[in-house]
């Protein structure tokens, strides 16, 4: 009987010993490794009337609609990235100012939920060609936007939206490689 004593009692103080560790606390979600691709890119021409030099990972998509009127919208679907860049044409009809303050406007209804903005003058010279490039740091929903234009005939703007919600930290590496990608489409625009 002591013997069957000693036992019970070495096993309650390992189980009490054991059992006083630190109070489990449950682990945060993880998150997917992102594997961001090579860079590498190819001349598309488009059926509004421009070509330009996308990444090889994205798809173009042509959005029709009886809504566009004198624009012409298009997407480059980064499937990858779970990200699309949105696209919008229009003609310059005298009303530059307008377009590049409407586009300013998108930017900066932003600002209330940003961490700051920053941009980029794109200028080609040769061809005439100058935009800038918007990077809007936070929990925004596009956390790039840009126009590009040759001042006469043509102006266009460019969103990038991810399909699901956005968290900066998760995002940043994703958006900083986008941003050197749409700098490259900027540049490489031309229009017929």
């Known amino acids: 009987m002591s013997v069957l004593k000693n036992i019970l009692g070495l096993c309650l103080l390992c189980f009490i ?5 630190n109070t489990p606390v449950p682990k945060p979600h993880g998150y997917y490794r992102i594997e961001l691709p090579e860079t590498s890119y190819r001349s598309v021409d488009t059926e ?4 330009l030099e996308k990444p090889d990972y994205s798809k173009l998509e042509l959005i029709n609609s009886e809504k566009s009127g004198d624009a012409c919208w298009f997407n480059l679907k980064f499937e990858s990235l779970n990200a699309r860049l949105h696209f919008t044409q229009v003609e310059v009809r005298g009303n530059l100012i307008d377009l590049m303050e409407d586009a300013q406007e998108m930017v900066f209804s932003h600002d209330m939920k940003s961490n700051g903005i920053s941009r980029l003058r794109v200028a080609k010279e040769d061809v005439g060609l100058s ?25 266009l703007r460019g969103s990038l939206y991810f399909n699901h919600t956005t968290n900066p930290d998760s995002t940043a590496p994703v958006v900083l490689r986008l941003i050197s990608d749409v700098e490259h489409i900027m540049k490489s625009i031309s229009w017929d």
């Open 17 to 21: 010993i054991h059992g006083c560790g």
């Open 48 to 51: 509004c009337g421009l070509s």
């Open 131 to 155: 935009g800038v490039l918007y990077h809007i740091g936070g929990p925004v929903a596009t956390p790039i936007q840009f126009f590009v234009t040759d001042s006469s005939s043509h102006f």
